[in-house]
């Protein structure tokens, strides 16, 4: 990974984080809807992997935060306005925040029922390869989505049909309030890729070069023919499932603990070790940042809500 | 000019014909590529389409969700699911991946592919035998063809192949081997556009498929003791042509709904509904539905033909409508 592509990894990490700040404090305060799924802690993996595919390279995201969205470039005012239901977001109020949308810059959508990814993203692949495009998808999901039936039929189906396809596992340890001990009888996710005979790999997903390698190395893979691969990210979730959650299934403590592993400053500390990041630089991302976050916040306040006449549009295309 | 076809060599000629046409067409599901499709429509298609013609694993999510993604990418999938019944296997895929994905996207998409899906009663038990084509109708974001003829097989076919929205393709398991003619050069069937197949004065006999293979018998029967009755066959079922059934209706007065699916909120039901909200001064006799009397389909034949409308029954009914 070049010095560029490493900075830039933290300037988008910082900036999911910033902006995810702002979401929950306008939640709370009543400006926006309260439907975010918040992704802290999550981010270095989401913002790594995508770092090492091309732009184009489909993409369809989990429930966890922003970055996916901030990776691919995604103006954040577009991401405001589709949580507060206001024009000049990407769905027009039809989705919210769980359809951020962008086919431009490779966002093919999410999901609502968790599993809709796997098959959808595997058809896209298979489109992928027919049309001889090069191109790779990228499937996010969690450890809880990993025990949905459609990831078996789409991992098998990627696997005999070896298309250009990653299955990216975020595995925080949750399902909602479902521990992973619970609902999972495997340690790791990345074992059952040998069921389906396409390679799995483990990483630190608190690590940037880690998964940024394994996902370059299973895009190469992909690229070449020779089929899917299953990465899974080990991370961690600081905060509730949603905006709101009371955590009865956790204990203060237990994320207190989990904040030590934050990927932040962790990538922050490296920068500095590097050469690449000093206190001048950090203060000047994180005022550049500040100022994104208000101009996008003030640019949300100011738009009109979403016409309630456009409710009837987009089912057709005929 | 025509030719004559039997109604699953016109959808094996619609896809030849589409094939042909547009590189982006392909066309999967299990059992299609080698055998040739469990009803064997599609032999030889794998020899001259090569890899646009495979076959799946029994992976009923992955077959139409993944012609959601194909849709999405540049392909005009043509998917298949070997019964109808198992649209109940992936109705998360169908229901909610084709039917809504374009609109929780804000129509970033168009989702230009067909499910095709062998629907209807051959004695195959409750799994193998449905028409399940009130749950597609209740479903926003779906069309859905229902072709009854080898000319509308074609034609619906080749223009549900051309369309940029979901299509579910009903293709009914009696009628594959049902002759007919078939206009000779490019024929394509519009969607939303009802026929009436034959003219009558007394009473409106809404059907479609075997239904209205049946009906149009019991009209034979029933012109001979001098009853004459409208047939008028929907022909797809979203988008839904009202206003030919409306105006069958305005002209005689009352109307049946023949169909080969549950009772309980059918498309005769919304059919009823619509007449009610619609035509009710239009009306001068009960609305009637036949229909299958919320039962699951049975697998012996005795037993289909004590649940599944028959050309008697669809007599004593219309007996019963007769204008006084």
Redesign the interface.
Known sequence: MDDATRIEIFRKMLLSRRLEERVRQLSMAGELPATLHPGAGQEACQVAALAALRPDD?MLYGHRGLAYWIARGLPPEKILCDIAFKEG???????GV??V???SRGI??E???L??N???????????K??KTGRVVIMFFGDGTSNR??FH??A??AA?KKLPAIFFCENNGWAVSVSAKVSTAVENIADRAAGYGMPGKVVDGNDIDAVYNATREAAERARQGEGPSLIEAKVQRFLGHYLGDPEPYRTKEDVAKLREKDPLPRLQQDLVKRGLLDDAKLGAFEKEIAETVDRAAEFTRAQPPVAASTAL?????? | MSHTLSYGHAIREALVEEMRRDPSV?LYGEDVAVYGGIFRVLAGLRDEFG??VFD??I?E??I????????????R?VAELQFADFIHCAA??VI??AGT???????????PLVIRAPSGGMGFGPEHSQCPDAYIMHS??L?LAVPSTPADAKGLLKTAIR???PVVFFEHKLLYGMKGEVPDGEHLVPFGKANVRREGSALTIVAWQEMLRRSLEAAERLAKEGLDVEVVDPVTLNPFDRETILASVRKTGACMVVEEAYRTLGVGAEIGAMLMEEAFGDLDRPFRRLAIPDVPIPTAPHLVDAVVPRVDDIVKVARELAPK
């Open positions: 489909p977001g990407t769905n027009g109020g039809k989705g769980m359809h949308v962008d086919p093919f959508g999901s609502g029922t599993g809709g796997f098959v959808i993203g595997v058809g896209v692949a298979l489109a992928e027919m049309r039936g459609q039929e789409a098998n189906f005999v549009d987009s089912v057709y295309a005929t | 392909i890899e646009r799946t694993p992976s999510n992955v139409a969700g993944s012609a959601v993604g194909a849709a999405m990418a540049g392909l999938p998360d895929e909610l991946k994905w374009r609109y929780a996207h804000g129509g970033a998409f168009t989702l926003p974001g069309r369309m940029d929205d």
